[in-house]
């Protein structure tokens, strides 16, 4: 069956995020009150496997091997 991954690749609490900092800072000078504001990644990946909990499992291998790098990067799967 095929399924589809949404992967979402975020910046670790306390790891700097300049591209981040300077959208903030542009949309305040643009007169939007911003509390906070993060970059992240998504990645849509469809594939076949045999079920939705071995697409889950290989979805989670992708990000360890490419998608993110652990010692910076969060990473959520939602497998359809």
């Keep these: 069956m095929t399924y589809e991954a949404v ?11 300049p591209e981040a900092k300077t959208i903030r800072k542009s949309l305040e000078r643009l007169g939007f009150d911003i509390d906070d504001l993060h970059t992240a990644d998504e990645y849509v990946v469809e594939f076949d496997a045999e079920n939705k909990e071995t697409a889950r499992e290989e979805a989670e291998e992708m990000c360890e091997a490419l998608l993110a790098n652990p010692t910076i990067h969060d990473y959520t799967v939602e497998v359809r």
């Design 7 to 17: 992967v979402r690749v975020t910046l670790k609490e306390g790891v700097l995020d």
